[in-house]
Protein backbone atom coordinates (compact mmCIF):
# COMPACT_ATOMS: atom_id res chain seq x y z
CA UNK A 1 0.00 0.00 0.00
CA UNK A 2 1.38 3.46 -1.14
CA UNK A 3 1.17 7.32 -0.63
CA UNK A 4 -0.49 8.59 -3.99
CA UNK A 5 1.88 11.31 -5.33
CA UNK A 6 1.59 13.52 -8.49
CA UNK A 7 5.41 13.70 -8.85
CA UNK A 8 6.93 11.11 -6.47
CA UNK A 9 9.00 12.77 -3.65
CA UNK A 10 11.55 11.09 -1.76
CA UNK A 11 11.98 10.23 2.32
CA UNK A 12 14.24 7.95 4.68
CA UNK A 13 12.49 4.52 4.34
CA UNK A 14 11.42 2.50 6.97
CA UNK A 15 13.42 4.54 9.71
CA UNK A 16 10.19 6.30 10.95
CA UNK A 17 8.10 3.77 9.38
CA UNK A 18 8.43 1.68 12.77
CA UNK A 19 7.95 4.54 14.78
CA UNK A 20 4.17 5.02 13.62
CA UNK A 21 3.22 1.87 14.11
CA UNK A 22 2.58 1.63 17.67
CA UNK A 23 -0.46 4.25 16.54
CA UNK A 24 -2.18 1.35 15.26
CA UNK A 25 -3.30 -0.07 18.67
CA UNK A 26 -4.42 3.41 19.70
CA UNK A 27 -6.88 3.99 16.98
CA UNK A 28 -9.93 1.41 18.44
CA UNK A 29 -11.09 4.24 19.95
CA UNK A 30 -12.01 5.98 16.93
CA UNK A 31 -12.98 2.94 14.95
CA UNK A 32 -15.96 2.75 17.86
CA UNK A 33 -16.80 6.86 17.31
CA UNK A 34 -17.21 6.39 13.58
CA UNK A 35 -19.25 3.26 14.33
CA UNK A 36 -21.22 4.60 16.80
CA UNK A 37 -21.96 8.04 14.68
CA UNK A 38 -22.92 5.80 11.62
CA UNK A 39 -25.34 4.18 13.34
CA UNK A 40 -26.85 7.65 14.56
CA UNK A 41 -26.63 9.18 11.80
CA UNK A 42 -28.06 5.87 8.87
CA UNK A 43 -30.56 6.95 6.65
CA UNK A 44 -33.95 5.35 7.90
CA UNK A 45 -36.59 4.34 6.08
CA UNK A 46 -38.69 7.77 4.52
CA UNK A 47 -40.90 8.70 2.38
CA UNK A 48 -40.17 9.57 -1.43
CA UNK A 49 -43.43 10.80 -1.90
CA UNK A 50 -46.34 12.75 -0.54
CA UNK A 51 -46.10 16.72 0.40
CA UNK A 52 -44.09 17.11 3.94
CA UNK A 53 -45.67 17.49 6.77
CA UNK A 54 -47.17 20.83 8.59
CA UNK A 55 -44.21 23.22 9.41
CA UNK A 56 -43.93 23.89 13.02
CA UNK A 57 -40.66 24.36 14.21
CA UNK A 58 -37.54 26.41 13.13
CA UNK A 59 -37.14 23.81 10.22
CA UNK A 60 -40.70 23.10 9.32
CA UNK A 61 -39.47 19.48 9.45
CA UNK A 62 -41.02 18.57 13.05
CA UNK A 63 -42.95 16.04 12.03
CA UNK A 64 -41.65 14.10 9.52
CA UNK A 65 -38.09 13.57 11.07
CA UNK A 66 -36.65 13.44 7.56
CA UNK A 67 -34.70 15.54 5.34
CA UNK A 68 -35.52 14.65 1.72
CA UNK A 69 -33.26 15.87 -0.73
CA UNK A 70 -33.33 15.54 -4.45
CA UNK A 71 -29.96 14.88 -6.38
CA UNK A 72 -28.92 14.28 -9.66
CA UNK A 73 -28.46 10.55 -10.04
CA UNK A 74 -25.09 8.59 -9.46
CA UNK A 75 -25.01 7.52 -12.75
CA UNK A 76 -25.16 10.87 -13.97
CA UNK A 77 -22.87 11.95 -11.70
CA UNK A 78 -20.32 9.61 -12.47
CA UNK A 79 -19.91 10.99 -15.63
CA UNK A 80 -19.98 14.91 -14.89
CA UNK A 81 -16.32 16.44 -15.27
CA UNK A 82 -14.23 16.25 -11.69
CA UNK A 83 -15.28 19.44 -11.39
CA UNK A 84 -19.09 19.02 -11.64
CA UNK A 85 -18.63 16.23 -9.21
CA UNK A 86 -17.08 17.93 -6.57
CA UNK A 87 -19.51 20.14 -6.54
CA UNK A 88 -22.40 17.30 -6.30
CA UNK A 89 -20.09 16.03 -3.24
CA UNK A 90 -20.16 19.08 -1.57
CA UNK A 91 -23.59 20.12 -1.55
CA UNK A 92 -24.58 16.03 -0.75
CA UNK A 93 -22.31 16.92 2.40
CA UNK A 94 -24.02 20.32 3.28
CA UNK A 95 -27.01 18.74 3.23
CA UNK A 96 -26.29 15.96 5.72
CA UNK A 97 -24.95 18.58 8.09
CA UNK A 98 -27.72 20.65 7.57
CA UNK A 99 -29.87 17.42 8.80
CA UNK A 100 -27.36 16.23 11.61
CA UNK A 101 -27.71 19.82 12.97
CA UNK A 102 -31.46 19.85 13.00
CA UNK A 103 -31.97 16.22 14.34
CA UNK A 104 -33.30 14.90 10.86
CA UNK A 105 -32.30 12.17 8.80
CA UNK A 106 -31.50 12.96 5.39
CA UNK A 107 -32.73 10.79 3.08
CA UNK A 108 -31.21 11.24 -0.66
CA UNK A 109 -33.29 10.96 -3.38
CA UNK A 110 -31.69 10.22 -7.25
CA UNK A 111 -33.57 12.36 -10.41
CA UNK A 112 -33.00 10.21 -13.47
CA UNK A 113 -33.66 13.29 -15.50
CA UNK A 114 -32.12 17.14 -14.64
CA UNK A 115 -35.10 18.37 -15.68
CA UNK A 116 -37.42 16.39 -13.89
CA UNK A 117 -35.33 17.83 -10.67
CA UNK A 118 -38.00 20.64 -10.61
CA UNK A 119 -41.46 18.63 -11.26
CA UNK A 120 -40.43 16.41 -8.24
CA UNK A 121 -39.55 19.41 -6.06
CA UNK A 122 -43.30 20.62 -6.39
CA UNK A 123 -45.05 17.12 -6.79
CA UNK A 124 -44.06 16.68 -2.80
CA UNK A 125 -41.32 14.40 -3.41
CA UNK A 126 -38.05 16.22 -1.85
CA UNK A 127 -38.04 19.08 0.58
CA UNK A 128 -35.32 20.47 -1.64
CA UNK A 129 -33.49 20.09 -4.74
CA UNK A 130 -29.36 19.84 -4.06
CA UNK A 131 -27.87 19.32 -7.76
CA UNK A 132 -25.77 22.53 -8.83
CA UNK A 133 -29.21 24.05 -9.69
CA UNK A 134 -28.47 27.69 -11.27
CA UNK A 135 -30.49 30.58 -10.39
CA UNK A 136 -32.48 31.60 -13.45
CA UNK A 137 -35.65 33.80 -14.20
CA UNK A 138 -36.93 30.83 -15.91
CA UNK A 139 -36.69 28.76 -12.90
CA UNK A 140 -37.55 31.68 -9.76
CA UNK A 141 -41.14 31.91 -11.66
CA UNK A 142 -41.43 28.36 -10.30
CA UNK A 143 -39.91 27.67 -7.32
CA UNK A 144 -37.86 29.29 -4.52
CA UNK A 145 -34.09 29.61 -3.72
CA UNK A 146 -31.92 29.74 -0.57
CA UNK A 147 -28.77 32.55 -0.71
CA UNK A 148 -25.74 31.10 -3.35
CA UNK A 149 -24.04 28.40 -2.36
CA UNK A 150 -21.44 28.88 -4.97
CA UNK A 151 -21.24 31.58 -7.97
CA UNK A 152 -20.47 30.41 -11.41
CA UNK A 153 -18.16 33.17 -13.50
CA UNK A 154 -19.37 31.59 -16.74
CA UNK A 155 -17.68 33.76 -19.74
CA UNK A 156 -16.62 33.39 -23.32
CA UNK A 157 -13.62 31.48 -23.93
CA UNK A 158 -12.14 32.84 -27.62
CA UNK A 159 -9.20 32.33 -29.81
CA UNK A 160 -6.40 35.14 -28.46
CA UNK A 161 -6.82 37.04 -31.40
CA UNK A 162 -10.48 37.19 -31.84
CA UNK A 163 -12.06 40.71 -30.66
CA UNK A 164 -15.11 41.08 -29.19
CA UNK A 165 -15.90 44.43 -26.85
CA UNK A 166 -19.97 43.52 -26.78
CA UNK A 167 -22.54 41.86 -27.03
CA UNK A 168 -23.21 42.84 -30.35
CA UNK A 169 -20.04 41.82 -31.21
CA UNK A 170 -21.36 38.40 -31.23
CA UNK A 171 -24.40 39.23 -33.73
CA UNK A 172 -24.03 36.25 -36.16
CA UNK A 173 -21.18 33.94 -34.21
CA UNK A 174 -21.93 30.52 -32.21
CA UNK A 175 -20.97 29.54 -29.05
CA UNK A 176 -20.92 26.28 -27.61
CA UNK A 177 -21.86 25.47 -24.02
CA UNK A 178 -23.04 22.30 -22.08
CA UNK A 179 -26.74 21.50 -21.11
CA UNK A 180 -27.54 22.15 -18.04
CA UNK A 181 -25.57 24.89 -17.88
CA UNK A 182 -26.33 28.35 -16.18
CA UNK A 183 -24.91 30.42 -19.72
CA UNK A 184 -27.68 29.20 -21.26
CA UNK A 185 -30.56 31.08 -19.82
CA UNK A 186 -28.32 33.83 -19.70
CA UNK A 187 -27.72 33.84 -23.08
CA UNK A 188 -31.59 33.85 -23.90
CA UNK A 189 -32.20 37.25 -22.82
CA UNK A 190 -28.89 38.51 -25.00
CA UNK A 191 -30.81 36.73 -27.80
CA UNK A 192 -33.98 38.86 -27.73
CA UNK A 193 -31.65 41.64 -27.93
CA UNK A 194 -29.23 39.84 -30.78
CA UNK A 195 -31.25 37.23 -32.25
CA UNK A 196 -28.30 36.27 -34.90
CA UNK A 197 -26.46 34.92 -31.75
CA UNK A 198 -25.92 30.91 -32.05
CA UNK A 199 -25.75 28.03 -29.82
CA UNK A 200 -24.58 24.64 -29.84
CA UNK A 201 -24.84 22.44 -26.87
CA UNK A 202 -23.39 19.49 -26.21
CA UNK A 203 -24.31 17.20 -23.41
CA UNK A 204 -23.80 18.09 -20.23
CA UNK A 205 -20.92 15.06 -19.06
CA UNK A 206 -18.92 16.71 -21.89
CA UNK A 207 -15.10 17.47 -20.35
CA UNK A 208 -14.59 21.08 -20.24
CA UNK A 209 -10.65 20.89 -21.81
CA UNK A 210 -13.10 19.30 -24.78
CA UNK A 211 -14.39 22.85 -24.90
CA UNK A 212 -10.85 24.45 -24.86
CA UNK A 213 -9.43 21.99 -27.49
CA UNK A 214 -12.21 22.61 -29.94
CA UNK A 215 -11.50 26.44 -29.99
CA UNK A 216 -8.33 25.91 -30.02
CA UNK A 217 -8.15 23.93 -33.36
CA UNK A 218 -11.54 25.80 -34.93
CA UNK A 219 -13.89 23.48 -34.42
CA UNK A 220 -15.82 25.73 -32.09
CA UNK A 221 -16.10 29.50 -32.73
CA UNK A 222 -15.98 30.01 -29.18
CA UNK A 223 -17.08 28.70 -25.65
CA UNK A 224 -18.97 29.20 -22.65
CA UNK A 225 -17.36 27.96 -19.15
CA UNK A 226 -16.34 29.13 -15.73
CA UNK A 227 -13.64 31.54 -15.91
CA UNK A 228 -12.36 30.22 -12.34
CA UNK A 229 -11.65 27.06 -13.83
CA UNK A 230 -10.46 27.98 -16.81
CA UNK A 231 -8.04 30.65 -14.98
CA UNK A 232 -6.12 27.22 -12.99
CA UNK A 233 -5.09 25.66 -16.24
CA UNK A 234 -4.62 28.84 -18.12
CA UNK A 235 -0.98 28.70 -18.54
CA UNK A 236 -1.71 25.09 -20.61
CA UNK A 237 -3.61 27.22 -23.01
CA UNK A 238 -1.95 30.05 -23.72
CA UNK A 239 -3.73 30.80 -27.26
CA UNK A 240 -7.05 31.05 -25.36
CA UNK A 241 -7.95 34.28 -23.96
CA UNK A 242 -11.31 35.14 -21.54
CA UNK A 243 -13.85 37.57 -22.53
CA UNK A 244 -14.92 39.46 -19.66
CA UNK A 245 -17.63 41.82 -19.02
CA UNK A 246 -20.25 40.27 -21.28
CA UNK A 247 -21.67 38.19 -19.19
CA UNK A 248 -23.12 38.34 -15.65
CA UNK A 249 -22.21 36.04 -12.98
CA UNK A 250 -24.67 33.74 -12.10
CA UNK A 251 -25.67 31.80 -8.73
CA UNK A 252 -25.87 28.19 -7.82
CA UNK A 253 -28.19 27.78 -4.86
CA UNK A 254 -30.88 24.95 -3.38
CA UNK A 255 -34.16 25.07 -4.56
CA UNK A 256 -36.98 24.81 -2.45
CA UNK A 257 -40.89 24.85 -2.61
CA UNK A 258 -42.09 28.52 -2.61
CA UNK A 259 -44.39 27.43 0.44
CA UNK A 260 -41.73 26.31 2.67
CA UNK A 261 -40.91 29.77 4.27
CA UNK A 262 -39.59 28.02 7.56
CA UNK A 263 -37.46 25.91 5.84
CA UNK A 264 -36.07 28.30 3.45
CA UNK A 265 -35.06 30.68 6.50
CA UNK A 266 -33.16 27.97 8.09
CA UNK A 267 -31.01 27.01 5.16
CA UNK A 268 -30.26 30.20 4.71
CA UNK A 269 -28.93 31.38 8.26
CA UNK A 270 -27.10 27.60 7.92
CA UNK A 271 -25.86 28.42 4.14
CA UNK A 272 -24.58 32.26 5.57
CA UNK A 273 -22.98 30.46 8.60
CA UNK A 274 -21.31 28.14 6.49
CA UNK A 275 -19.85 30.48 4.07
CA UNK A 276 -18.37 32.17 6.51
CA UNK A 277 -16.49 29.35 7.82
CA UNK A 278 -15.21 28.19 4.28
CA UNK A 279 -11.71 28.44 3.90
CA UNK A 280 -10.77 29.19 0.20
CA UNK A 281 -7.77 27.07 -0.64
CA UNK A 282 -4.74 27.87 -3.22
CA UNK A 283 -4.29 25.57 -6.34
CA UNK A 284 -0.69 24.91 -7.25
CA UNK A 285 0.51 21.96 -9.11
CA UNK A 286 4.83 22.80 -8.97
CA UNK A 287 6.90 19.72 -7.81
CA UNK A 288 8.78 19.57 -4.99
CA UNK A 289 10.94 22.18 -5.16
CA UNK A 290 8.15 24.83 -5.07
CA UNK A 291 6.97 22.53 -2.56
CA UNK A 292 9.95 23.68 -0.51
CA UNK A 293 9.97 27.19 -1.06
CA UNK A 294 6.43 27.48 -0.10
CA UNK A 295 7.33 25.35 3.18
CA UNK A 296 3.88 23.87 3.53
CA UNK A 297 3.03 19.73 2.30
CA UNK A 298 -0.44 19.78 1.75
CA UNK A 299 -2.30 16.10 2.09
CA UNK A 300 -5.01 14.84 1.09
CA UNK A 301 -6.81 12.21 3.23
CA UNK A 302 -9.70 11.19 5.16
CA UNK A 303 -10.61 10.69 8.71
CA UNK A 304 -10.61 7.47 9.92
CA UNK A 305 -8.95 4.73 12.72
CA UNK A 306 -6.26 3.68 10.05
CA UNK A 307 -5.46 7.26 8.89
CA UNK A 308 -5.92 10.61 10.55
CA UNK A 309 -7.59 11.57 13.57
CA UNK A 310 -8.01 12.97 16.90
CA UNK A 311 -8.05 11.14 20.37
CA UNK A 312 -7.61 13.10 23.59
CA UNK A 313 -6.70 16.27 21.74
CA UNK A 314 -3.90 15.00 19.86
CA UNK A 315 -3.60 13.97 16.07
CA UNK A 316 -3.00 10.73 15.13
CA UNK A 317 -3.09 8.09 13.10
CA UNK A 318 -0.37 5.57 10.88
CA UNK A 319 -0.16 7.60 7.53
CA UNK A 320 -0.26 11.37 9.50
CA UNK A 321 2.70 10.08 11.25
CA UNK A 322 4.06 9.19 8.36
CA UNK A 323 4.04 12.48 6.39
CA UNK A 324 4.60 14.04 9.59
CA UNK A 325 8.04 12.53 10.10
CA UNK A 326 8.52 13.65 6.86
CA UNK A 327 7.98 17.08 7.06
CA UNK A 328 9.67 17.45 9.87
CA UNK A 329 12.74 15.91 8.20
CA UNK A 330 12.04 18.36 4.67
CA UNK A 331 11.52 21.58 7.44
CA UNK A 332 8.11 21.37 5.99
CA UNK A 333 4.61 22.32 7.38
CA UNK A 334 2.11 20.15 7.06
CA UNK A 335 -1.36 20.92 6.36
CA UNK A 336 -4.07 18.37 5.95
CA UNK A 337 -7.39 18.46 3.75
CA UNK A 338 -9.76 16.44 4.14
CA UNK A 339 -12.37 16.44 1.65
CA UNK A 340 -16.04 15.64 1.35
CA UNK A 341 -15.83 12.42 0.23
CA UNK A 342 -13.00 9.27 -0.73
CA UNK A 343 -14.29 9.90 -4.51
CA UNK A 344 -12.73 13.07 -4.58
CA UNK A 345 -8.95 12.50 -3.18
CA UNK A 346 -7.54 11.76 -6.79
CA UNK A 347 -9.26 14.38 -8.41
CA UNK A 348 -8.49 16.99 -6.26
CA UNK A 349 -4.78 15.82 -6.98
CA UNK A 350 -4.77 16.18 -10.00
CA UNK A 351 -6.72 19.55 -9.55
CA UNK A 352 -3.31 20.75 -7.60
CA UNK A 353 -5.67 21.12 -4.46
CA UNK A 354 -2.86 18.75 -2.59
CA UNK A 355 0.64 17.56 -3.29
CA UNK A 356 -0.12 13.78 -1.97
CA UNK A 357 -2.95 11.65 -1.46
CA UNK A 358 -2.66 9.45 1.76
CA UNK A 359 -5.70 7.52 3.04
CA UNK A 360 -4.70 3.86 3.02
CA UNK A 361 -5.16 3.87 -0.79
CA UNK A 362 -4.01 0.52 -2.58
CA UNK A 363 -2.34 0.43 -5.97
CA UNK A 364 -4.58 -0.32 -9.17
CA UNK A 365 -4.78 -0.34 -12.50
CA UNK A 366 -7.31 1.70 -12.90
CA UNK A 367 -5.78 4.57 -10.96
CA UNK A 368 -2.35 4.25 -13.09
CA UNK A 369 -4.63 5.01 -15.85
CA UNK A 370 -5.42 8.23 -14.30
CA UNK A 371 -2.35 9.91 -14.57
CA UNK A 372 -1.21 9.14 -10.69
CA UNK A 373 2.08 7.72 -9.56
CA UNK A 374 2.76 6.09 -6.53
CA UNK A 375 5.23 5.76 -3.55
CA UNK A 376 6.98 2.39 -3.11
CA UNK A 377 4.59 0.24 -1.17
CA UNK A 378 4.96 1.13 2.49
CA UNK A 379 2.63 -1.82 3.38
CA UNK A 380 1.02 -4.83 2.09
CA UNK A 381 -2.53 -5.84 2.96
CA UNK A 382 -5.12 -8.89 1.54
CA UNK A 383 -8.30 -7.44 0.54
CA UNK A 384 -10.85 -10.07 2.93
CA UNK A 385 -14.93 -10.39 2.71
CA UNK A 386 -16.19 -9.36 5.86
CA UNK A 387 -19.15 -11.03 7.38
CA UNK A 388 -21.03 -11.83 10.54
CA UNK A 389 -19.60 -13.88 13.53
CA UNK A 390 -22.64 -15.89 12.83
CA UNK A 391 -22.33 -16.11 9.71
CA UNK A 392 -21.28 -19.81 9.31
CA UNK A 393 -22.59 -19.99 5.72
CA UNK A 394 -19.65 -18.81 4.36
CA UNK A 395 -16.05 -20.99 4.36
CA UNK A 396 -15.49 -21.04 0.37
CA UNK A 397 -15.52 -18.56 -2.46
CA UNK A 398 -18.13 -20.41 -4.24
CA UNK A 399 -20.78 -19.53 -1.57
CA UNK A 400 -20.87 -16.20 -2.52
CA UNK A 401 -23.76 -17.27 -4.96
CA UNK A 402 -26.37 -15.02 -4.53
CA UNK A 403 -24.86 -12.80 -1.78
CA UNK A 404 -24.27 -9.09 -1.94
CA UNK A 405 -21.42 -7.40 -1.18
CA UNK A 406 -21.11 -3.61 -0.38
CA UNK A 407 -18.56 -1.28 -1.07
CA UNK A 408 -17.66 1.86 -2.53
CA UNK A 409 -17.34 1.90 -6.30
CA UNK A 410 -14.34 4.07 -6.30
CA UNK A 411 -12.45 1.64 -4.34
CA UNK A 412 -10.16 -1.20 -5.60
CA UNK A 413 -12.14 -3.63 -4.18
CA UNK A 414 -14.58 -3.00 -6.60
CA UNK A 415 -12.77 -3.93 -9.73
CA UNK A 416 -11.74 -7.37 -7.57
CA UNK A 417 -14.92 -8.22 -7.05
CA UNK A 418 -15.95 -7.68 -10.92
CA UNK A 419 -13.15 -9.37 -12.21
CA UNK A 420 -13.81 -12.54 -9.59
CA UNK A 421 -17.42 -12.30 -10.87
CA UNK A 422 -16.41 -12.91 -14.42
CA UNK A 423 -13.46 -15.00 -14.09
CA UNK A 424 -15.18 -17.35 -11.38
CA UNK A 425 -18.67 -16.95 -12.88
CA UNK A 426 -20.45 -16.63 -9.27
CA UNK A 427 -23.65 -15.30 -9.57
CA UNK A 428 -23.08 -12.48 -6.59
CA UNK A 429 -24.46 -8.94 -6.38
CA UNK A 430 -22.43 -5.87 -6.39
CA UNK A 431 -24.01 -2.92 -4.29
CA UNK A 432 -22.82 0.57 -4.02
CA UNK A 433 -22.25 2.56 -0.87
CA UNK A 434 -21.49 6.11 -0.06
CA UNK A 435 -18.26 7.40 -0.97
CA UNK A 436 -18.45 9.45 2.19
CA UNK A 437 -18.40 6.21 4.10
CA UNK A 438 -15.87 4.87 5.97
CA UNK A 439 -14.15 1.33 5.90
CA UNK A 440 -14.80 1.24 9.44
CA UNK A 441 -18.58 2.20 8.97
CA UNK A 442 -19.37 -0.44 6.34
CA UNK A 443 -18.31 -2.87 8.60
CA UNK A 444 -20.75 -1.63 11.57
CA UNK A 445 -23.17 -1.75 9.26
CA UNK A 446 -22.43 -5.10 8.16
CA UNK A 447 -22.37 -6.75 11.53
CA UNK A 448 -26.32 -4.86 12.03
CA UNK A 449 -27.49 -6.22 9.69
CA UNK A 450 -28.08 -3.55 7.04
CA UNK A 451 -25.45 -5.11 4.77
CA UNK A 452 -24.97 -8.07 3.99
CA UNK A 453 -20.88 -8.81 3.01
CA UNK A 454 -18.34 -6.00 2.30
CA UNK A 455 -14.39 -6.09 1.60
CA UNK A 456 -12.28 -4.63 3.61
CA UNK A 457 -8.08 -4.46 3.74
CA UNK A 458 -6.80 -6.85 6.09
CA UNK A 459 -5.24 -4.43 8.62
CA UNK A 460 -8.46 -2.43 8.55
CA UNK A 461 -10.55 -5.38 9.73
CA UNK A 462 -7.89 -5.81 12.57
CA UNK A 463 -8.16 -2.61 13.70
CA UNK A 464 -11.87 -2.76 14.11
CA UNK A 465 -11.53 -6.75 16.19
CA UNK A 466 -9.46 -5.03 18.30
CA UNK A 467 -12.87 -3.51 19.65
CA UNK A 468 -15.42 -6.03 18.08
CA UNK A 469 -16.45 -9.69 18.46
CA UNK A 470 -19.59 -9.48 16.11
CA UNK A 471 -17.73 -9.70 12.62
CA UNK A 472 -14.90 -12.24 11.06
CA UNK A 473 -12.75 -11.68 7.83
CA UNK A 474 -14.33 -14.82 5.87
Known amino acids: MPLIVKNIVGGNGPAFLRAALSVLALSACQVFLHATLAAQTSPGPGSANGVPAAFNNATGLAQEHTFRVLVQSQRHVRLLPP ?19 NLLVPVFIPVARSSDLIPALLEGKGHIIAANLSVTDTRKARIAFTAPIETVREQLIVRTGDDIQSPADLAGREIVAREGSSFFSVVQEQRKRYPDIGVKLLPEQTDPKELLQGVLEGRYDMAAMDVTRFEQVAADWSHLKVVPGIFEDS ?28 RPRSIYKADFPEIKQRKVLRVLTRNNATTYFLYRGRLMGFEYELLRKFAQQQGLQLEMIVPYSRALLIPMLLWGGGDVVSASVAISDQQRRREIEFTRP ?35 YWNTLERLRE ?11 SEELENEDIIHRVANGEYDLTVSDSHIVDVSLIWRDDVRAA
Open 251 to 278: AVAWGVRPETTELLKSLNRFIRREQLAR
Open 423 to 433: KSGIKFFLSAV
Open 378 to 412: YNTVSQVVVTRKDDSGLTHVSQLEGRTIWVRKSSA
Open 83 to 101: AERAAHHYEVSLARRFADE
